[in-house]
């Protein structure tokens, strides 16, 4: 891939726990949007989209007392895994969860959001739809939790996600140690 121009920076998520059955087969889907999201694009700008934090910065960020943590992931995912102090919506999809996070945070705009999903796609799009609805501090962590879990990892740092991370293979999750 780092062969091929306009891939030369692309960040790709790697499983911290990869015992063969981590996508072991390349699937290329052609679709006209990667998230089900039921937004339409052309109404805000996709492209302005919430401040990414690496692992170092959410877990100082976390700890503010201003700041709201919020899981953009479906129920079942994060019935298995989640950060401390995380709202964790009681939704189905992506789709529903946009307006039910919307009303939980509808008097707090001037707080801290800080969002995060599996890997930071639907993160992309809900930071930006946040950002246009009038939220002014808006972030989103930087390859959602798989990259964040490496990076806490190769740290050394505190790990402050709580459970398994359920992920789309063959495995359904993956479990990340705490650091003290």
């Known amino acids: 891939m780092s062969t091929i121009t306009f891939l030369e920076n692309i960040r790709l998520n ?15 889907k052609v679709r006209e949007k990667i998230v089900a999201d039921g937004l339409d ?4 700008d996709v492209t ?8 170092e910065t959410f877990n100082q960020l976390a700890d503010d007392p201003d700041t709201i943590i919020v899981d953009m992931r479906n129920h079942y995912e994060s019935e298995v895994g989640y ?6 919506p009681d939704v189905e999809t992506f789709r529903e969860a946009l307006p039910v996070v919307e009303k939980i945070l509808e008097n707090k705009k001037d707080k801290n959001i800080i969002m995060y999903c599996t890997g930071g796609i639907r993160c ?8 246009h609805k009038g939220f002014s501090n808006v972030y989103q962590v930087e390859g959602g939790i798989i990259e964040y879990a490496r990076r806490a990892k ?27």
């Open 83 to 88: 950060f401390k102090n995380a709202i964790l």
């Open 124 to 131: 992309e799009k809900a930071s930006a739809y946040y950002k």
């Open 48 to 55: 302005n989209k919430g401040i990414h934090l690496n692992a």
């Open 154 to 180: 190769e740290l050394g740092i505190e790990n402050k996600f709580i459970g398994k991370n359920f992920v789309f293979d063959e495995r359904l999750g993956e479990k990340y140690p705490m650091m003290s």
């Open 14 to 28: 790697f499983a911290i726990e990869d015992d063969g059955k981590s996508f072991f087969k390349l699937i290329i």
């Open 41 to 44: 694009d052309k109404s805000f």
